[in-house]
């Protein structure tokens, strides 16, 4: 069983920058993977943020592209999500999710309980 445990989020307004971190806990796990989602209000679904794997592979949805960037310390099982020049559509429950195997290579996912971001113009 893993744990996401999820900080950072707040109101801020338009222009300004948040920083979100999720940090991983539990026991003989690996993380294949790490990404950032959110659900915007009136929003059914989810839509991948920012996602970064263990080899460092990067993928970023459009609408954030040069103004967020995710990172990870594979030290502390922690990634980031830093968010710049945020706008009011940026406004949604961000969830942290993470790709993980265990000690006999089975696949399990696991999301954060979420955090708001409200952008105001």
């Known amino acids: 069983q893993v744990q996401l445990v999820e900080s950072g989020g707040g109101s801020v307004q338009g222009g300004g920058s948040l920083r979100l971190s999720c940090a991983a806990s539990?026991?003989?796990?690996?993380?294949?993977?790490m990404a950032w989602y959110r659900q915007a209000p009136g929003k059914q679904r989810r839509e991948l943020v920012a996602?970064?794997?263990?080899?460092?592979?990067?993928n970023y949805a459009d609408s954030v592209k040069g103004r967020f960037t995710i990172s990870r310390d594979n030290a502390k099982n922690t990634v980031y999500l830093q968010m710049n020049t945020l706008k009011p559509e940026d406004t949604a429950v961000y969830y942290c999710?993470?790709?993980?195997?265990?000690?006999?290579?089975?696949?399990?996912?696991?999301w954060g309980q979420g955090t708001q971001v409200t952008v105001s113009s």
């Open positions: 539990g026991t003989s796990f690996t993380i294949n993977a």
């Open positions: 999710n993470a790709n993980v195997r265990d000690l006999y290579y089975r696949a399990y996912v696991y």
């Open positions: 996602r970064i794997t263990s080899d460092g592979s990067l």
